[in-house]
């Protein structure tokens, strides 16, 4: 695994650009990523291009040895750009639009935008695809960050009645499968159909969900107008694009089939104190570890994504500037995140930033420096874990024994249609990841379209459409699969399966979801496995029972709620868990798991485990020391036998056998 770096020459005098290099050189940097932000530089005014500064560092840069990564600079437009043609600003519901004077100030929906985008894109690529020193090429940079996926825009509407079109072909179509009868919603041409905002009751939930599905649709042919360019003009060089920790408002899974590997911007501090479903007495407990189970599982995700090839591109490296306390990381954490990213099967961890800006909107963000230029703590700790990295041996991550499946359309479908407050898809997702994990696993999270065949068991926390492709798919697995709430309880449309749900997986797993309950916050349910009460059912619950005129005598209840209902079936090696499990959920996991024959190895604390190919990491997120589950007579290749906060510990598993 390399380290690397995000450089912004641009914003800092010239004669700082060869010492920067030698430095980076010397601190065990190999990768450089530039030039994300530097549209006003590389383009000052229309069609007139200056290159000579970014020929000058792309050259100081490589002298020092170091590869390159350009970032096209389209999450920035100028000011002639926006002075131009004004509506390539986006547009909020209330119709209005967004400023110039800070970053993401686009309209992907606006032909002047993409039009200007496509220009600059075409004029780097041609200008640097073939540099020997360019080795990648990152694509605008954080789709949607600073919520600015959506616009409601007049060119918005347009491209999403048009997008309507393509997909119903007629009104008509479009009027029976959206239930337009319902409250006289129907409509006569595409013309008439509107934007789902400010309307006075709520939007059609199928009319949500299209505009949805055309929002991620209209991201992903963003990015692939990118990604051709540069396959055009950059032969050989990878295509990535950096995505955010949580951010679900395009399909990922789909816009990583036009890359060539996933990288994501890694803050394990800022994400632990913004992400919404992390408690307070969490956020208090990990404030300065970050989550344990937080980093981890989006490396995990963009493994998947990538098809095995993933990077870091931005790594958090002291304090952020974004969230609403901003506190320093432990001494070791970044060397920490650093190797458990390697251990998850990282190719770069690239740092953000080289060094702190003292001035504009990110002044109070860290770097590896000092706004003074002095090797700040991160620093120390990006030049102690290049060295350390030097010395392990080589080694591939193998396919984990779990796969965890996640799903964008669902987490849609959930956020337009909660039914209970509280039923938040990713939250529901981290919380069987991080279970799973605190059993010692390993796990790939994979798109409900991978190939799902060489997995022991394959875990859904909930998918609110099956197809009958995936349902015999999901029975034909040979390892066991469990699905959880509300799993196959809508159809494409938006409605209620004519079967009721779990719809088509009914063929397969004879029960049947009756109706659906939403608990409110304190009630709970107790499941019983026996008479040995594993847990509570919270927030929500399917009242399920065996599919009448079907052929039942398979199926088995291995937990029930008090009341006598079923919580846990399985039918062949299919379970169906009824339920939103808080401390249950480890039962559970576990009968599956052992069903399907996966060990596991219950952690506690901040300890947590990870192989990559025959080596194993141990990372303590703290706070208290955790022995390292080592076999007596293993050596350590890295670390001591017990770990403080932010320690690692790595060995080689046919070491001492
Ligand atoms: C990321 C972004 C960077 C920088 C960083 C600060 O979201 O890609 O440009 O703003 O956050 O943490």
Redesign the pocket.
Known sequence: MKLGVCYYPEQWPEDYWHQDAQDMAHLGIQVVRIAE?AWSRMEPSEGLYQWEWLDKAIHILAEAGLQVVLGTPTAAPPRWLVDKDPSVLPMDAYGRRKGFGARRHCDLSNASYRNASAAIVQAMAQRYGKHPAVIAWQTD??YG?HDTLTSYSPDALRRFRLWLKERYKTIETLNTAWGNVFWSMEVGSFEQVELPITLAAPANPIHSLDFKRFVSDEVCSFNRMQTEILRTHSPGRDVLH?F?GFYGEFDHHRMAQDLDIATW?S?PL?HTETVPFITEADRQRWSRTGHPDLSAYHHDLMRGLGQGRWWIM?QQAGP???AQWNPIPIPGMVRAWTLEAWAHGAEVVSY?RWRQLPYAQ?QM?SGLHLPNRQLDQGGLEARQVAQELAQLPPTRSNPAPVALVLDYESLWIYQIQPQGADFHYQELVFQYYSTLRQLGLDIDIVSPDATLENYAAVIVPSIARISPALADKLAQHPGHVLLGPRSGSKTEHFGIPAELPPGPLQVHLPIQVLRVDSLRPHTTLAVQQGQHTIGHASRWRDVVQPLPQANTSGLQVHAHFADGLPAHVQHGRLHYLAAWLGEGLPSVLQTVLHAAGVSTQALTGGLRLRSHGQLRMAINYGPDAAAVPVPPGTPLLLGQAVLQAGEVAIWDTAAGM
């Open positions: 932000f940079n954080e960050c950096n955010m911007d803050y800022g931005e952020v500037n974004w953000f990110e963000h």
